[in-house]
């Protein structure tokens, strides 16, 4: 069969179509080359999978070829992403992660980390693995002469107790929360960490559960919280409960989105700035002289760097990119990032992206006060976003070209993950980037603007010059 290695290695991770893409041959090629890569012969290499069919499968095919290159193999078993990450830096030791996260049933795909939860990306070890896995696929994985060893472990109670340790949500009023895990894993992280399955005390939350049966065929929705048909039940649920708040977790449970007492969503954004505060203000409480950096991509809302240097803290944009902004948390040191995906990174959390802990610092921020969420979210979501837009340019420079003349005499350039324009107009301010996929043929559009009116108009006349 003919392997077209450059669509399933992606910018930082591994995902394709189960059974054309990814094989248990090609998983057990990459195994090889991902131990060889990271030197990690005679050293521990964590394997966990998300509830897809496919998967344990998959991660019992990685485990072979890992253990065949002499890495011994710790198995956590069904996890979200999120506890592959703790795992990682609780053992540090590199990891890998069998899960498609937010796409269809008939993905799946491989999240690597270095030891200690780092990324990994195309320029920083995933196409040397990929070029040692090619070689492997053709020659066969030889074996080395002491090879790995292979045990179980369960992490799922030692992680709900640390993000337990980090948010303390037993001070906060009585909160009832609907939950939307989308068959993914969050319906079994939730019970742990928010709930006593975990053999934790009960925290003041009444949880309402949607689809926590795990199930990676999807049979109610997509689980990919982004689009937003897939928060129409959460959404109905909400409002039909009275609930306080709602939660949506994507398929691996490593994003969370949030929804208010009408039924809103909130920005994203806003719960990055929402987060930030926090985390500054935890930080400034253990030691006021702290010089401390906080990171945010370039599509979030402007209210996220406007609140991290309200806050006396220092503000670092970033561009898109998950393994790209874990390097940047570590080599600045960050004690937080947020992306307008719904990525959210921790210092405490060995800067990776925990969902389920900016949801807890929600929980926590939004149950110590007395307002509805949809007052208490207002003030970190006074401007006008779009939302990213996508579309399907066959000619991507062509598309950038033809926005950039037409607004050449209105605004400011800068070629930074795309292209950013900012308005003239600072009483009026508005800015939008456009910027290619790293992984679909996809232009992405996402405007800002002071008022609803601008960012209307700008939107429309950008989509128009894009899609030609």
């Known amino acids: 069969m003919t392997i077209n290695w450059d669509s399933i290695v992606k910018t930082y991770d591994v995902r394709g179509l189960v059974g ?28 966990g999978h998300d509830m897809r069919d496919s998967s344990p499968e998959f991660a019992d095919a990685f485990a072979k070829g890992a253990q065949a290159r002499g890495a011994n193999v710790i198995s956590i078993g069904l996890c979200s992403t999120d506890e592959s990450y703790f795992a990682s830096g609780r053992l540090n030791a590199p990891a890998a992660m069998f899960t498609a996260s937010h796409n269809p049933a008939t993905y799946n795909g491989i999240k690597f980390s270095r030891a200690g939860a780092r990324g990994i990306s195309l320029d920083t070890g995933l196409a040397a693995i990929r070029d040692r896995a090619i070689a492997y696929l053709e020659t066969g994985i030889d074996e080395v002469e002491q090879v790995g060893t292979y045990r179980e472990m369960n992490v799922l109670a030692d992680y709900a107790t640390y993000l337990r340790h980090l948010v303390n949500l037993s001070g906060v009023r009585p909160l009832k929360v609907v939950v939307d895990a989308g068959n993914g894993m969050g319906g079994m992280t939730v019970p742990a960490v928010l709930g006593t399955a975990a053999d934790l005390g009960a925290l003041p939350l009444e949880i309402v559960p949607m689809y926590f049966e795990l199930d990676g065929t999807f049979p109610n929705h997509e689980a990919n919280p982004l689009d937003p048909k897939n928060l129409v039940d959460l959404q109905a649920a909400v409002v039909a409960h009275k609930a306080d708040i709602g939660l949506a977790f994507d398929g691996d449970a490593d994003r969370c989105f949030v929804i208010d007492e009408n039924g809103d969503p909130v920005n994203p954004s806003a719960v990055a700035a929402i987060v930030a505060r926090r985390e500054i203000a935890r930080v400034r409480a253990a030691n006021p002289e702290a010089d401390i950096t906080v990171l945010y991509n370039l599509i979030t809302s402007r209210i996220v760097k406007e609140t991290i240097e309200a806050d006396g803290a220092k503000s670092v944009r970033t561009k898109v990119g998950h393994s790209l902004i874990k390097d940047q948390m570590a080599a600045t040191e960050a004690i937080f990032g947020g992306e307008h995906s719904a990525h959210y990174y921790f210092a405490d959390f060995w800067g990776a992206d925990n969902g389920m802990l900016a949801a807890m610092h929600v929980l926590a921020e939004f149950g110590l006060q007395p307002l509805p969420l949809s007052q208490f ?67 992405r559009l996402n405007v800002e603007a002071k008022n609803e009116a601008d960012m209307i108009a700008i939107r429309d006349e950008v989509l128009a010059l894009i899609r030609g």
């Open 20 to 47: 054309s893409d990814l094989t248990p041959e090609i998983v057990s090629a990459l195994a090889a080359g991902f131990v060889d890569e990271l030197g990690a012969a005679g050293h521990d290499v964590v394997v």
């Open 377 to 443: 979210a207002k003030q970190y979501n006074p401007y006008f976003l779009s939302g990213e837009i996508n579309s399907t340019v066959t000619d991507v420079p062509a598309a950038k070209q033809r926005v950039q003349q037409a607004f050449e005499s209105r605004a400011q350039f800068e070629e930074f993950d795309g292209i950013t324009a900012v308005g003239a107009d600072q009483d009026n301010w508005w800015w939008f980037n456009v910027r290619a996929s790293n992984t679909e043929p996809l232009l």
